[in-house]
């Protein structure tokens, strides 16, 4: 069994039962970790980990759930068969994309962060990301590390898209998302195309055979959660709204999605479990925000899991 005390968001484990989690956020616990279930076996998978079918899971596209808690699943850390380390795989499998633009893409963050700073995630993490005969199946996603590197992205995205011969979405991509993220996030009140303006770190690559979308992600271990964030015991009411101007816009950034909301000298932190969400709002932006009020380390949170109930509105 491999043990490891703390679980990192976009860590990877595999479990007994072959299902392989992504973990989710930095969340503090002595037992457990917060995961999704990325990919299982199946007999008609359509790709391949050490050998054996797998699929991957869509299941918010899928179920269409009420809550996004009830799609991931608190995961004992004593069962863990093998844990898959980001930043130390995406240098050890560089060589499996080599002669690709996800190499040159990892060469490029390198050069601009330092290779200890990048990891993969998704299919590539375990090893899920080439097809039959060896060749990248979509694409490679990284994630930078630390929430100060964030600003430096920005400023270099543009240098990064263009020498390697990515763009921003497109119009009709952004439709695209819109209307996808309409069936899941399921009131009209979110902002959708405000929100999806903000996710500022994808990039889009039109290739020969279609659009290949890809974003970057960011996390930071220096930044724990407590487990009361996700206990249901710590509602205090549910639906809450809270109107204000947005600080602290760049935690949007990790996961879980955070920002704060000011209002009349009073400030809240609004957390929010929707990692479609990345980003999803800045600093000095007027919202009214949905979710329910909790208690945490003994002060009043806003947290937004329903996707029925909760919503970001952006004035």
């Known amino acids: ?32 970790f917060l995961g999704y279930k990325l990919y299982s076996p199946a007999k008609d998978g359509d790709r391949l980990f050490r050998g054996q079918p797998y699929t991957k899971n869509y299941t ?34 560089k060589d499996s994309f080599k002669g690709t633009v996800w190499f040159e893409l990892y060469e490029k963050l390198g050069e601009l962060f330092g290779k200890d700073s990048i990891g993969i995630f998704g299919s590539a993490l375990p090893g899920l990301h080439l097809n039959a005969i060896g060749d990248i199946k979509n694409d490679v996603d990284f994630f930078i590390q630390g929430v100060d590197n964030v600003p430096k992205l920005a400023a270099h995205l543009k240098e990064v898209r263009e020498d390697l011969g990515f ?58 959660t407590p487990l009361d964030l996700i206990d249901p015991e710590n509602i205090v009411k549910t639906n809450y709204i809270v109107t204000g101007r947005v600080k602290n816009a760049v935690r949007g950034n990790l996961y879980p999605r955070m920002f704060s909301v000011e209002a009349d000298g009073t400030e809240i932190e ?20 949905s979710g329910n009020l909790i208690k945490m380390n003994g002060k009043e949170a806003l947290l937004l899991t329903n996707y029925a109930n909760h919503w970001i509105q952006i004035k």
């Open 1 to 32: 069994m491999n043990q490891k005390q703390q679980y990192f968001d976009m860590d990877h484990a595999l479990m007994p039962d072959g299902n392989i989690y992504r973990v989710l956020g930095n969340f503090i616990s002595d037992e457990f």
């Open 60 to 93: 918010e596209e899928s179920t269409l759930p009420d809550d996004v808690l009830s799609t991931y699943d608190l995961v004992k850390k004593a069962d863990v068969v093998e844990f898959f380390d980001p930043i130390a795989a995406a240098q050890s499998k």
């Open 167 to 224: 763009i921003d979405y497109d119009q009709p991509t952004q439709q695209e998302i819109c209307k996808g993220w309409a069936k899941v996030f399921r009131n009209e009140n979110n902002s959708f195309e405000k929100i999806i303006d903000r996710r500022w770190s994808g990039m889009q690559l039109n290739t020969s055979i279609g659009k290949v979308l890809n974003t970057f992600r960011f996390r930071d271990t220096s930044i724990l």
């Open 270 to 289: 609004a957390y929010s479990m929707w990692w479609k969400f990345s980003s999803p709002v800045s600093d000095g932006d007027e919202v009214r925000v």
